[in-house]
C-alpha cells in the first residue's frame, strides 16, 4: 500500500487543502515521482502537460460515503487516487487521519505466472496484510471468492470475473476502515454483486468511510451520504447525492449537445453522399 503521512488529530478522515495534480501527456506520474523529478532538474524531460484538478478542496468526514462524480475525464480516478496516497499531488496537500485503502485497479496486481494462493499473498501484503493474517483470512477469501478448488492453479488460468471477485474478496479481508474505490465497489456476476452490495452496507453500518468514483451512480441510490462533483478540473458541486445525481445530467446533456454541434460543423465529421457531392 501506499506510503501515508497520519494525523490522528484530524477531525475529517482525509482534507484535500488547494490540491492539484498535472499529468504530462500519454504518460501518468505514479508515487512519489521522483525519478520523473530528477529527470526534469536534469534538463533531461519537460514538464509540458495539463490539469487534470486544481484548486480542489474537500473534506471527507468519518463513516461518510461519498460519490465522486463526473463526465469522462473529468479527474475522478485521479481524485481517489490523490485520496489513497498512490498519486502524489503537484500542489498543494491531501492530509490523512487514518490508512486509506486504495480500490485501483487491483486485478492488476496479479502475476499469472504464480497461483491464486500465491497471488492472495501478493495482493494481501500490498494492501498492508502481514502473512499472518493473509493465512488466518485465506479459507474465508477463497470461501468467498468461489475458487477453492482453484487456489494451487495458476492465475494465467483463471477468468477476468474470477480475478475480480478475487481482488474485492481479498480488499474487504484487510478490514481497513477507510476505502478510496474507483469503479469496483461491487464485481463479478449479478449474484456476487448482490453479496458485495450486502457487505459494503454492513461495513457502512459499522462506521466504514468510502470514496468511490462512479459513472454509474444511480446503481448505489440510497447508499451514498452525499456528492462531489467534478467538472473542468475543479470541485463543481458538494452536495447531497440527489442534487449531484442532477448536475451530472445536466452536464451530460450539455456535453451531449455541444458534442452534436461540433459534429454538424465539422464537414469531416459529415458522411458522405454515394455520388461522392
Same mark, same amino acid.
Given at each position: ?8 488529530? *484530524? ?26 523529478? &530528477?529527470?526534469? =532538474? ?28 463526473? @463526465?469522462?475525464?473529468?479527474?475522478? %480516478?485521479? =481524485? #481517489? ?19 486509506? *485503502? ?13 497461483? #491464486?494462493?500465491?497471488?492472495?499473498? *501478493? ?6 496484510? $502481514? ?6 483470512? @485465506?479459507?474465508?477469501?477463497?470461501? $468467498? ?20 471477485? &478475487?481482488?474485492? $474478496? ?7 476502515? %477507510? ?6 465497489? #461491487? ?42 462533483? *467534478?467538472?473542468?478540473?475543479? #470541485?463543481?458541486?458538494?452536495?447531497? =447525492? ?5 448536475? &451530472? ?13 461540433? %459534429? ?12 461522392? =457531392?
Amino acid at each position: 500500500m501506499a506510503r501515508q503521512r497520519l494525523d490522528p488529530q *484530524l477531525e475529517s478522515m482525509i482534507i484535500f487543502d488547494g490540491v492539484g495534480i498535472n499529468i504530462s501527456k500519454g504518460k501518468r506520474r505514479q508515487g512519489g515521482g521522483r525519478r520523473h523529478r &530528477l529527470r526534469r =532538474f536534469a534538463g533531461e524531460q519537460s514538464r509540458s502537460g495539463s490539469w487534470v484538478l486544481r484548486g480542489i478542496s474537500a473534506q471527507i468526514g468519518a463513516g461518510e460515503s461519498v460519490a465522486v462524480l463526473g @463526465l469522462k475525464n473529468s479527474g475522478r %480516478t485521479e =481524485f #481517489v487516487r490523490l485520496a489513497a496516497g498512490t498519486l502524489i499531488p503537484d500542489e498543494g496537500s491531501v492530509r490523512r487521519r487514518e490508512s486509506v *485503502l486504495p480500490m485501483v485497479d487491483l486485478g492488476r496486481a496479479f502475476d499469472r505466472g504464480f497461483t #491464486v494462493r500465491q497471488n492472495i499473498y *501478493l495482493l494481501g501484503g500490498l494492501l498492508g496484510m $502481514t502473512p499472518e493474517r493473509v493465512e488466518d483470512a @485465506l479459507t474465508q477469501i477463497v470461501e $468467498t471468492a468461489g475458487i477453492t478448488s482453484n487456489i494451487d492453479k495458476y492465475m494465467g488460468r483463471a477468468s477476468a470475473l474470477s480475478r475480480q471477485k &478475487l481482488a474485492w $474478496t481479498i480488499a474487504m479481508a484487510t478490514q481497513a476502515k %477507510t476505502f478510496a474505490v474507483d469503479e469496483m465497489l #461491487v464485481v463479478g456476476d449479478p449474484e456476487f454483486r448482490k453479496r458485495c452490495l450486502e457487505q459494503i452496507k454492513i461495513l457502512k453500518a459499522a462506521g466504514t468511510t468510502f470514496l468511490v468514483a462512479t459513472e454509474a451512480p444511480r446503481k448505489f441510490e440510497g447508499f451514498f451520504d452525499r456528492a462531489i462533483v *467534478l467538472h473542468d478540473g475543479g #470541485v463543481v458541486a458538494d452536495s447531497s =447525492f440527489a442534487d449531484g445525481l442532477a448536475l &451530472l445530467r445536466e452536464l451530460r446533456l450539455a456535453n451531449s449537445i455541444t458534442d452534436n454541434a461540433e %459534429t454538424k460543423s465539422d464537414p469531416k465529421a459529415r458522411p458522405e453522399s454515394e455520388d461522392g =457531392f
